[in-house]
């Protein structure tokens, strides 16, 4: 980094430090004093700006010390009958930063902006002002300035009724429109020395049909900024992207703050915890387990929470989350409020779970944490279990209602835990799953020390290659993997050092001691469009063999097809029997999606080590004839398996299923983005590569059957035909250059 930017980049920290001095200005009152009491007719809530509540008016005090002080404002919806796309207690929009200014007679309610970085003390920064006003939100006329408390009354009924587009509990595409404001109604107000929460029933129209939800609006007060701690592209955490004006050139530089919590020492606890002895922090992290949730599952949630602690620990916190079960006076607490973390029970058909995050924008603070479990995730948890391993582990071979309780909190405990890992700020790592080889993953010693994969962020579920003669294996993720530990010391554990690009070095220095180990390395998801995908990082996969993993999984599913009826003891219920059909035919194609997301390719590397000689790798010609042989092998073999006997008498005949799945396949192989993938393998290395024109003449030699004898001989050379003629004769290629002129040739071969 250039030493002016450095510069620039100090500048804005200790902006950040001090708080939001500049712009804080203390406004006198140009409007006329009133020395008033407050009317018998309000019931004031008090807290950092008081609350006046009347029957249907909302009025706030505005103290004028808190006038300029950075606020953030939220909503989210607690109640509605508008299930698809939302969740009660779930909130869309991120938290907006906000500041009430005086202006003469009104009061403004601004949006600051949180993009550009200044110092406001270089000449530059006022013709960015002419440049970049900001945006107000509302103006509200001053009703009376009161002496007595040096406090602004104004209005707040109609702005806080009302939907506020910005932080809409509802997306732009839910096709949610607003109803009749006039029905719209303030049901709860309160007040605390940090937050403000409104209670608000709206109207809405749905599909032409009124309808009514009810939301909760938060305005918080914030904190100095927590001191930012840069982006590593090496460690996954979200973040916040800046630009930072650079004086010298004229340019914006980037910078990235990841998202965290402020997880520091108490200051009389400093020594103590720079002497290596274990501290409470100053503000630990808590999370309120919803009570609505099964009784069976709530012990494992929480254990799921905690399991964190251990990751802290090891950085010299105790304490430093906590999950704790909603008081039972509910009136103790506002599960609602924008300054509480909660694990939401989601009661509908959906099933998934999502951990989120809500930040303060000026650091990258996080300030709130939600998670949000559907009640149909637990039942999906046990399919997963069920078409990944039953091959292998006898517990699994039941039916939902008789799991073992202990294998079903497993399950909970896992999900759980990897939720809370994204309110933790940390993103997927998929590459975990790839530091380990296949031989350690069928060893009982080092499955129940290491687990699945190297971090419980990833997409590893179960292990899948477990054969039925592996004895002893752990069949499940890690509690916390080698990563995970690593991942929370990157971004929490405290450097004392003030300067962030010096902080940074630290930082780095840490990664540098491991760069060697593949259970460190982070890798994202793959962007299809970013061209050759990385096998290292493919969802749902396990092992560093993507080959071989794929023939054990496969060796599975068809164990596990054939003793189905038996081992899902549903031979009395076809409708579950079809569910986990349909379950295991999925497992079975993300076996083949793996192979196919493998052709063309590249192994991309952060930085050159012992474990990455270069910065990218391509899958080698070998692997690659041994991909497409496997795929090939699939598609002709299919209907030896897939559609059993008994199946058939139990639920019906496959025969259509068959054909669709060896047409996906063939399709797949014959995608636009997988033969240019192929196409573009030489530009990585000098080495010999697999070409496009082997590709084709396997797929022909393998594909274009002579002297079919069954309908899904004759389907499979159908397909074959007509995907690769419609890929010649596509519009879309045509018009692709690189595909018209380099591409389309070797195909009409």
């Known amino acids: 980094m250039r030493i002016s930017t450095i510069k620039i980049v100090l500048v804005f920290i200790s902006i950040l430090l001090v708080g939001s001095v500049f712009g804080q200005r203390r406004h006198r009152a140009k409007c006329k004093e009133v020395q008033s009491s407050i009317s ?94 900001e945006e107000i939100l509302k103006t509200f006329k001053i009703s009376s300035f009161n002496k007595e408390n040096d406090t602004y009354r104004i209005d707040f009924t109609e702005f806080i009724i009302n939907p506020i587009k910005k932080i809409s509990p509802f997306t732009s595409r839910s096709g949610i429109n607003k109803g009749n404001k006039k029905l719209n109604k303030i049901e709860d107000t309160s007040a605390s020395t940090v937050n403000l929460e409104f209670v608000v029933q709206n109207t809405a129209v749905y599909k032409g049909k009124p309808c009514l939800y009810t939301s909760q609006k938060s305005i918080l007060l914030l904190d100095n900024p ?43 606890d400093i020594k103590k915890y720079k002497a290596g002895k274990l501290v409470e922090p100053a503000k630990p992290i808590v999370f309120y387990i919803d009570d609505n949730f099964p009784e069976a599952w709530q012990k494992y949630i929480k254990l799921g929470i905690e399991d964190w602690q251990k990751a802290f620990e090891k950085i010299g916190f105790k304490n430093a989350i906590q999950a704790k079960f909603y008081p039972k006076n509910a009136k103790d607490i506002d599960m609602n409020a924008i300054s509480k973390s909660c694990f939401r029970y989601i009661y509908c058909e959906r099933a998934n779970a999502m951990g989120n995050s809500w930040i303060d924008p000026r650091s990258g603070e996080i300030i709130q944490g939600d998670v949000l479990w559907f009640h149909g995730v637990v039942n999906k948890l046990f399919k997963w279990r069920f078409v990944q391993t039953a091959a292998n582990d006898q517990k699994i071979r039941t039916d939902f209602e008789s799991l073992d309780t202990q294998l079903l909190g497993r399950l909970i405990r896992y999900a759980a835990a990897h939720e809370i890992g994204h309110s933790l700020g940390l993103k997927h790592n998929y590459r975990a799953s790839y530091a380990y080889d296949l031989d350690s993953l069928r060893s009982a010693s080092f499955t129940k020390e290491y687990g699945t994969a190297a971090s419980i962020m990833d997409y590893a579920r179960n292990n899948y290659l477990a054969q039925p003669e592996d004895k002893g294996l752990e069949l499940s993720p890690p509690i916390l993997g080698v990563y995970d530990y690593f991942s929370i010391e990157w971004a929490y554990k405290p450097s004392f050092e003030s300067n962030p690009i010096k902080e940074k070095q630290i930082l780095n220095s840490w990664i540098d001691k491991h760069k060697d180990d593949p259970f460190y ?71 083949i999606k793996h192979c196919i997301s493998s052709l063309g390719g590249v192994y991309k590397y952060k930085r050159i080590s012992k474990i990455s000689p270069s910065l990218h790798k391509t899958v080698s010609p070998a692997e690659h004839e041994k991909l497409v042989s496997l795929i090939i092998a699939e598609i002709k073999n299919l209907d030896t398996w897939i559609n059993p006997q008994d199946h058939k008498q139990l639920l019906g005949d496959l025969t259509n299923t068959c054909f ?10 014959l995608d636009k983005t997988v033969i240019i993938r192929i196409s573009k393998l030489a530009n990585f290395s000098n080495e010999k590569q697999y070409t496009v024109q082997e590709y084709l003449n396997h797929l022909e030699k393998g594909l274009k059957i002579k002297n079919p004898k069954s309908d899904y001989q004759y389907n499979i050379i159908g397909e074959y035909k007509v995907r690769l003629n419609g890929l010649i004769d596509s519009k879309q290629t045509q018009s692709n250059p690189y595909f018209r002129n380099i591409i389309l040739p070797k195909l009409k071969k």
């Open 40 to 133: 018998n007719k309000y019931k004031t809530q008090e807290g950092f700006i008081n609350i006046l509540k009347a029957k249907d008016k909302i009025f706030l005090e505005i103290p004028q010390k808190i006038l300029g002080k950075d606020l953030l404002i939220a909503s989210r919806a607690i109640e509605t009958e508008l299930t698809k796309g939302l969740a009660a207690g779930q909130m869309i929009y991120n938290p907006i930063l906000v500041k009430f200014e005086k202006d003469d007679k009104i009061i403004k309610l601004v949006v600051q902006d949180t993009k550009y970085v200044h110092d406001k003390t270089k000449k530059y920064y006022k013709s960015y002002l002419k440049n970049h006003q």
């Open 226 to 268: 927590m001191k930012p701690r840069l982006e590593s592209k090496e460690i996954g955490y979200y973040s916040i992207d800046k630009k930072i004006y650079n004086s010298n050139t004229g340019n914006f530089d980037k910078q990235a703050f990841i998202k965290r919590w402020r997880i520091e020492p108490k200051k009389q």
């Open 521 to 591: 390395l982070f890798g994202g998801k793959n962007n299809i469009g970013d061209g050759n995908l990385d096998p290292s990082c493919l969802t749902e996969s396990l092992s560093n063999d993507i080959y071989k993993a794929s023939v054990l999984g496969i060796k599975n599913t068809k164990l596990i097809m054939k003793n189905l009826i038996e081992w899902s003891k549903s031979e009395n219920n076809a409708a579950k029997l079809s569910e986990m059909r349909a379950a295991l035919i999925k497992q079975y194609r993300s076996y």
């Open 660 to 669: 669709q799945l060896q047409s996906d396949m063939i399709k797949d192989l």
